[in-house]
Every structure is written in C-alpha cells, then in structure tokens.
C-alpha cells in the first residue's frame, strides 16, 4: 500500500459484511451481472491502471484478472483509500461478481496485509523503465527509467507476462517498456520475481499510422478478456483483440460474433501474430 502507516494493528476483513454494494460501472454504464458474488484472495502481481484492471495470483495458485472502476474501496486498517494506493505483493481479498461476459468485477478490496507489512517497500517497489538491453548470456536486463539505468538479473523463478498471458523472456526487446518487481533482498543487482511487458516496441511505433485491414474465419472467442482469433485464407492465426474502453457500438457487435463467423476487421498489427480492433468492416 502507497501510504505512511501511522501505527501497527491486525488487519480485518469486516468490509465484507458491509451492506449496499454499489453496482460497479464505465463510462456507458454498470455492467450487467451474470453470476453471484464470489471472493478472490491471493497476493497483486500488477495493477493495469489503462484496462482497469488488477491482475492477483490466487491463494490457490491462480491467475485472475479483476475489473474495478474508480468507486472501488480499497479498505486497509479500517480506512478507505483507492485502487491506486495498491501495490504489487499486496495480499488482499477482493469481493466479485461476473458480468454476463465472464469477467470479474469487484468494489470492495481488503488489503489482508500490506507489501510494507512484511518489510519488503525498499526491496520490492516496482520499477518501470525502457529496456535498454536484454543479455541472455548473463541473465542480465538493462532499463532507462528516466532518472538513470536500472540493472537487474532475472532467472528460472522469475515470471515474465505480456498482455495477461506468460511471455518468454528472451522475446523482450530494447525498446520495449517494461514493469519489474525485485525479490527481496539486499543485493547489489537485485534479481527479479516479476517482469510485466507495458508496450513492444513495434507496438508503440505502430499508433499513428493508416489502420490495417484484416480478413478470415473467426475462432476461439475469449469475451473476458475481449478477444477473439481470426485464421485467414493461409492458415495464419492472429489474435484480436479489443482496443481499451472501446465505443459502445464496437463492444455490441464484439459480443455478437460467434465462432465460425467470417469478418473483415480494421485495426492495428501490434506484432505479427496480435491486431487491435478498431472496427469491424
């Protein structure tokens, strides 16, 4: 949690039985629930401030990715504060409902105990910055954050993700912009537990550009992360995806294709095999 602790206590988790949950909304309005309420307990590996999004790796050893909006309470110590006082190596618990998409909503986040609980704010503050180099050779990575160059080593344990999914670490590139978290730890170069791909390189050279078009059989629609994958004429596979807080229009006509359907879409390449969805054709 990004504030000063004024003093040490046990944390609780009675915001869960608080009553008057709000129903939790964007910019056209709340989503529309689909399931009952369900808890997600785990520890924050990355908080998408662009998607809205809380990546947790559950008690249980899963990935789940949490909707939230700017209503959302973050309850620690019994305070309220926002989302943005969330830190990666927060453990928390987070009260959710599933909109009729499949996605995870929640309003209500208990911090069970801080990342600065455990001692580990010097040692584990996230760090963001353009990578400079990547040498594989000496498992060794190198970033521009702005105020001077951050080195650090990465290993076997040290997880690596781009756009929600496992990314394999010698595919990161100068250029790209990067998250990382370091172990705890006193080291000199610290090593790594966590490196989040912010943007390729090709990807922000991209934006700006005239808009691609691509064309071919749809399959494999992901409606909770809003995606879906085209396979055209040559067998190539690309994964669609769509483009943050889209128009409402994009996101109705996203929630009507069906697997099997032929579409021609306008967009973006951000890599070979990813496109952003600007409009269907």
Request: charged share 30%.
């Amino acid at each position: 949690m990004k504030i000063v602790a004024g003093y040490f206590g046990f944390l609780i988790l009675a915001a869960f039985a608080l009553a008057g949950c709000h129903e939790l909304g964007h910019v056209d309005g709340p989503p529309v629930y689909g399931g009952g309420s369900t808890d997600v307990v785990g520890e924050v590996q990355h908080i998408d401030i662009n998607r809205r999004e809380i990546e947790v790796r559950s008690d249980s050893g899963r990935t789940e990715f949490v909707q939230y909006d700017n209503q959302t309470r973050v309850i620690y110590r019994q305070r309220n504060y926002t989302v943005s006082n969330l830190e990666p190596g927060d453990n928390v618990a987070m009260r959710t409902k599933v909109d009729r998409n499949g996605r995870l909503y929640t309003d209500a986040i208990t911090v069970r105990e801080s990342v600065q609980d455990r001692g580990q704010r010097s040692s584990t503050t996230s760090v963001r910055g353009t990578v400079a180099r990547n040498d594989m050779r000496y498992s060794s990575m190198a970033i521009n954050t702005g105020s001077g160059e951050y080195v650090f080593y990465h290993d076997s344990r040290t997880r690596v993700r781009y756009r929600g999914e496992d990314y394999a670490v010698q595919s990161i590139r100068p250029g790209d912009d990067i998250t990382v978290r370091p172990r705890p730890g006193n080291a000199r170069v610290p090593t790594v537990a966590l490196i989040i791909v912010t943007a390729k390189a090709q990807e922000k050279s991209a934006y700006g550009g005239r808009l691609d078009v691509y064309e071919g059989r749809v399959e494999n629609v992901d409606t909770q992360r809003g995606s879906f994958e085209i396979r055209d004429r040559n067998n190539r596979l690309v994964i669609v995806s769509l483009q943050y807080n889209p128009p409402r229009a994009l996101r109705d006509r996203f929630r009507r294709i069906r697997e099997g359907d032929y579409v021609k879409v306008e967009g973006r390449f951000i890599n070979r095999d990813r496109f952003e969805l600007e409009n269907f054709l």
